[in-house]
Every structure is written in structure tokens, then in C-alpha cells.
Nanobody, 122 residues
Framework: VELVESGGGSVEIGGSLKLSCATAGISFQICTMAWFRQAPGEERELVSTFDTDDSTTYADSVKGRFTISLDKTEKVLYLQMNNLQSDDTATYYC?????????????????WGQGTQVIVSS
């Protein structure tokens, strides 16, 4: 199993970025996919999920600005981020495969990428 993120970078407030997570060895029929982010000194927080039934969820802070999608043919998870704000500055991580049901948080995901950094500045 492998998850490799890309697409991070520096952008001005109001700008856009599209993150990619190339996957290998993941069965999308049984694995929920997710994006998390972690700012310096903060806990890792859930940004968005893409579930096995193709349903999606978003953190309130990114609703209407971020869009998660999954290309099952290319096996790539995306996160389109628009109208970026300074609070979006963080390292973004791709995660796969929940270990158990219940509240979705970083502790229940089995597989992680190495992260890609997003910096939003004025």
C-alpha cells in the first residue's frame, strides 16, 4: 500500500491549489479515503472524506471552498482548494482505510502519505 501526495505549494490569499494523492494497493470498494491537515503546533484535523459509496463530507471550515474527488481508474484522490485563506496553511495528508467504525479522526486510519505543504500568505 502506498499513498503519495503532491500539488502543495505557496499561494496568495484567495488563490487555488489542487492536491493529488496517487495510490497503490488500495481497494476503493472497502476503503474510505480522506484528506487531513496539520498546522504547526496543532493536532491533525479532518478536512474531507470520500467514502466507499461515493459520498463525501467536509469540515465546516472548508465547505463551499474545497472539493474532494476520486479517479478510480487512475487511482488518484484529489482535493481542489479554492479561495484559500491563511488558516488553510498546513501540511496536508492523504489517508486511507478506516480501522473501525465510529467518529472519524486521524487515529482510525490505517494508511498515510508523507504529506504536502500548503502555505497561504498575503
Amino acid at each position: 500500500v502506498e499513498l503519495v501526495e503532491s500539488g502543495g505549494g505557496s499561494v496568495e490569499i484567495g488563490g487555488s491549489l489542487k492536491l493529488s494523492c496517487a495510490t497503490a494497493g488500495i481497494s476503493f470498494q472497502i476503503c474510505t479515503m480522506a484528506w487531513f491537515r496539520q498546522a504547526p503546533g496543532e493536532e491533525r484535523e479532518l478536512v474531507s472524506t470520500f467514502d466507499t459509496d461515493d459520498s463525501t463530507t467536509y469540515a465546516d471550515s472548508v465547505k463551499g471552498r474545497f472539493t474532494i474527488s476520486l479517479d478510480k481508474t487512475e487511482k488518484v484522490l484529489y482535493l481542489q482548494m479554492n479561495n484559500l485563506q491563511s488558516d488553510d496553511t498546513a501540511t496536508y495528508y492523504c489517508a486511507a482505510c478506516k480501522l473501525r467504525s465510529g467518529p472519524v479522526n486521524a487515529q482510525i486510519f490505517a494508511r498515510w502519505g508523507q504529506g504536502t505543504q500548503v502555505i497561504v500568505s498575503s
